[in-house]
């Protein structure tokens, strides 16, 4: 395994080791290199490489009896941990998680029981500190089985606030917690950070789906034109776009006061609103069968396409649990294609329908 920290940062992963004297020093200062390390991967820019070595780090002068708080190594979640230590002495062990952070890989399996076991015992951790007490964050509680974790290496497990902004509270309260530091929130701020990694990696589909909108507006009842490019399938293009950018960033930043709980349904709900305007002008428009066929279209495809882009904030919000996450797609995506389809159709009709 090697040693040498993988971030390239100044957290001071230069060699790893197993005991107290080989533990790397860490900053808790964040340089600019990693403020603009994390702009990049909220913009999704190497998000799945920025992650630091596993192994135990040192945070000002750790002794035998500083608190040890066990993390990911996803490089976002070592960064926020180690910078509210400012002023402190404390070892962090960070688990290998694949770059993921605590309350997905948590999730996923790889924030758990025999992860913290093994890193315990690869860094013998309890020739390192006199005392047997982990401190791991609430929200890697779901992988953790905290008598397992102490019947395998002999060390309790003592479940921290839910942010770590908190921590320092909590420890000079004798690890304790206020109902405050175990209360999940979501709010706009957490929100809102989402929003670009989101649109990045939907981006590429959402302007395919835009471009066959597009090159199909030139189908009409006369044949292929340019005139028809010019003016349906840039409509439709538009009504792709105009969804995709409408869920994407309205959708997260309006969650709290769209109606019902799933995030599917906040979203189809923000699909009828955004749809609402478009679908009453076609109505207005001229030709009875042409507007209804365009209302029908804007009515069908806009929900659907605002659905499913919600519904992928559904793994990015603590709010869910990864059972609650699969029980909602097993319904909502097959209703999301029907009207996907249903939509389609209508907005295929009305290219050759005079």
């Not at 996923?108 to 913290?116: C, L, M, R």
């Not at 019947?151 to 942010?163: H, N």
């Not at 990045?200 to 034109?225: C, D, E, H, I, Q």
Request: proline content about 5%.
């Amino acid at each position: 395994m090697t040693n040498e920290c993988e971030c390239k940062c100044a957290c001071g992963g230069t060699a790893a080791g197993s005991n107290a004297a080989k533990a790397p020093r860490v900053s808790t200062q964040l340089t600019l290199t990693d403020r603009i390390g994390a702009i990049k991967v909220r913009w999704g820019i190497g998000r799945m490489s920025y992650r630091v070595v596993p192994g135990l780090y040192a945070v000002g002068d750790p002794q035998a009896e500083s608190p040890v708080l066990v993390s990911a190594n996803y490089k976002m979640s070592f960064d926020r941990l180690r910078r509210v230590l400012s002023g402190r002495n404390a070892w962090i062990l960070v688990l290998d998680t694949d770059g993921v952070n605590v309350w997905c890989s948590a999730g996923k399996g790889t924030f758990g029981t025999e992860e913290i076991v093994r890193r315990v015992q690869l860094c013998a951790v309890d020739r390192v500190v006199s005392h047997r007490t982990l401190v791991v964050p609430q929200l890697g509680a779901p992988g953790v089985s905290a008598h397992e974790v102490r019947r395998r290496c002999g060390f309790r497990v003592e479940y921290g606030p839910v942010r770590a902004e908190d921590l320092p509270a909590f420890l000079d309260a004798g690890m304790k917690a206020t109902p405050g530091m175990r209360r999940v929130r979501f709010g706009l701020r957490d929100r809102i950070v989402l929003i670009p990694v989101e649109l990045v990696t939907g981006a590429k589909y959402a302007l395919l789906l835009s471009a066959v909108f597009l090159l199909l507006g030139g189908l009409g009842a006369g044949g292929y034109s340019l005139a028809g490019i010019r003016t349906t399938g840039v409509e439709g293009a538009a009504l792709v776009l105009g969804a995709f950018l409408g869920g994407g960033i309205l959708g997260p930043i309006l969650l709290p006061w769209l109606p019902g709980r799933a995030f599917s349904v906040k979203g189809a709900v923000l699909g009828l609103v955004f749809a609402a305007g478009p679908g009453i002008y076609s109505l207005l428009g001229n030709g009875l069968a042409t507007s209804w066929l365009h209302a029908a279209t804007w009515l069908a495809l806009a929900p659907a396409l605002t659905s499913f882009v919600v519904m992928n904030f559904t793994g990015a919000s603590t709010f869910t649990s990864l059972s609650g996450v699969q029980r909602e797609m097993r319904y909502a995506l097959p209703m999301q294609a029907a009207f996907a389809v249903i939509g389609l159709g209508f907005w295929l009709s009305g290219l050759f329908v005079a």
